[in-house]
């Protein structure tokens, strides 16, 4: 009796996030070790969005003890933590928001842990690097490149706040896109459409059956109809859909007085012809995810996706004859319940078949492999066939690559730059705010006497950083200006914004969902591509203006 008990107040407390990514998703939430390096007011608002749907378990490394600053800027540190350890005092409130989470804290810098044991870091699914210098953070994202553990890197700057995603791969099955097909096969009708398609007799039925009858079959009787008066040419132009959709409307049936009847489900036939002309095949993106040498060079070591991707691949070779597997769902429509069950079980049988026969090949797949066959789950199986038309694979550059002179790509740089208040320019801030700190020790306008000497000091390693990047490109003074009166501070208000992004980020790498902060504002994630993740968040006023945007760049 616990179990069920206790599942019914999980489905409760968590019933949100189930909608969105499901049981499988909060599962992998729920398996996740996440390590977030400084509890920062940044990072303890991560934390907070991390915990409260369920992280499995989180570590916070800090060796910093707690001051009067953190606590006028972290909701999670309180005057009585002056003085003790930063990571300790924040993991203790922050458990307090979800009992079914484990906090754990080290007291250590992460320069100590990456001198001392750097194994220390293999040991998470993802780190969190906030508010670090940039040569302990190149330290920290080779190591963790090379032993393949997502890295996400973040700073809250003043009114400013960046974000950087590096991970070697990023494997999505359920990409949820906007401009989603239906998978009805009214081009290339599987024997079992095709029969129970047959069954009706649209000519010979009573009035009742004949304004019942699934949108779905009416379009496929008249295409039948056109494709026999058309030489088997489908309709394609604008003209000739105009011309199928009359066809339709002549099947609507007369009264007493010859006037058409009132046939909801002709004209939500006629309303749909484009989609069930939607032409049946692979879309580029999975066929490139085909041919890559993960899909066709499978080792012990190929995570599931990728056999799955190989024996989707076979199976449309064979059984599939050309096609994916059959999605198994179709749109709600007018019809009476007993023949809209019937046809929807044509497809969901359908889709079972197609699962079932992707399955085997999957399992001497795994058999070939020397992998058990329950390493892929029934569950894992059918959602990886359900979205097959729909997978995404994300690659990133390492952050060596983006520092490095020799790969730094200038030219994206550059044609950003048209405009000398694009959003690039923070980035290029950023940088020479790190350029700063390592030459001084410290960031600059820390304290107010600072700033008006400062501002010559920035100036000056923005332009030797420009100058070594070959950049030639302008930066008004009004931003040297700007980020000296920040003083590196983290203020709350931007600090809870960039944490709830991250967090949200966080969530979709575990739960295999699209990783990019904003769909709106992100670039075309097809396969393959090399991918960085930037997002300036910009609330500044005074002389720069007035803003408010999320920015993603391709760097």
């Known amino acids: 009796m616990a179990g069920p008990g206790r599942a019914s107040i999980k489905e409760q407390r968590y019933d949100r996030q189930l909608r969105l990514w499901g049981d499988h998703g909060q599962e992998a939430l729920e398996s996740a070790h996440v390590c977030v390096i400084n509890a920062t007011a940044t990072g303890t608002e991560i934390l907070k969005n991390l915990v409260l749907p369920g992280i499995g378990s989180f570590t916070i490394v800090d060796g910093n003890q707690v001051s009067g600053e953190d606590v006028g800027n972290n909701f999670f540190l309180q005057k009585k933590h002056i003085g ?54 190149l330290r920290l ?50 024997p079992e459409l095709r029969e129970h398609i047959q069954s009706y007799d649209l000519d010979h039925m009573d009035r009742k059956d004949h304004s019942h009858t699934p949108w779905i079959v009416i379009v496929a009787k008249y295409l039948t109809k056109w494709l026999n008066e058309q030489n088997g040419q489908f309709p394609k132009s604008y003209k000739e859909k105009e011309a199928f959709r009359q066809l339709i409307r002549q099947g609507i049936l007369k009264n007493e007085n010859g006037a058409p009847e009132d046939e909801e489900n002709f004209e939500e036939a006629t309303k749909n012809v484009n989609t069930a002309l939607n032409t049946t095949e692979i879309p580029k993106g999975i066929e490139e995810i085909f041919n890559d040498d993960c899909c066709i060079k499978l080792t012990e070591q190929s995570p599931s996706f990728w056999i799955l991707a190989r024996a989707v691949k076979e199976f449309v070779a064979n059984e599939g004859q050309g096609s994916l597997p059959v999605q198994g769902s179709i749109p709600d429509m007018i019809a009476d319940s007993s023949k809209f069950i019937k046809l929807q079980n044509v497809y969901r049988e359908k889709a079972k078949k197609d699962i079932a026969a992707v399955g085997n090949h999957a399992a001497k797949l795994l058999q070939s492999l020397g992998k058990a066959p329950e390493s892929i789950s029934e569950r894992e199986l059918k959602l990886f066939c359900s979205n097959a038309a729909f997978l995404r694979v994300v690659r990133c550059r390492s952050l060596a690559e983006e520092y490095s002179l020799n790969t730094f790509n200038k030219d994206e740089i550059i044609s950003h730059m048209d405009n000398p208040d694009s959003e690039i320019v923070l980035y290029l801030m950023l940088r020479a705010v790190d350029r700063f700190y390592k030459q001084y020790g410290r960031y600059p306008g820390v304290c107010n006497y600072q700033v008006e000497d400062d501002i010559g000091k920035l100036k000056s390693c923005l332009a030797g950083f420009l100058q070594e990047h070959g950049l030639s490109v302008v930066v008004k003074d009004d931003y040297v200006q700007e980020f000296c009166r920040y003083g590196a501070a983290e203020p709350h208000a931007i600090a809870a914004l960039v944490g709830g992004k991250n967090a949200m980020v966080i969530s979709k790498v575990h739960t295999n969902k699209p990783a990019c902060c904003s769909t709106r504002w992100s670039p075309n994630l097809h396969c393959f591509n090399y991918f960085v993740t930037v997002v300036i968040t910009n609330c500044c006023q005074d002389s720069i203006g007035t803003k408010s945007s999320l920015w993603v760049l391709q760097i």
Request: hydrophobic share 40%; proline share 4%; charged share 25%.
């Open 84 to 137: 003790k350890n930063r990571a300790q005092s924040a993991t203790e409130l922050l458990q307090e928001l979800n009992s079914d989470v484990s906090g754990n804290y080290v007291e250590e810098s992460p320069e100590v842990l990456l001198d001392n044991n750097p194994s220390f870091f293999n040991r998470f699914n993802l780190v969190v690097a906030t508010q670090l210098s940039e040569s302990v953070l």
């Open 141 to 190: 994202a080779e190591l963790l490149w090379n032993s393949n553990i997502p890295l996400l890197v973040c700073r809250t700057y003043g009114l400013f706040g960046y974000m950087r995603v590096i991970i070697k791969e990023h494997t999505v099955v359920e990409s949820h896109p906007d401009n989603k097909l239906e998978d009805l096969r009214l081009d290339k009708q599987f």
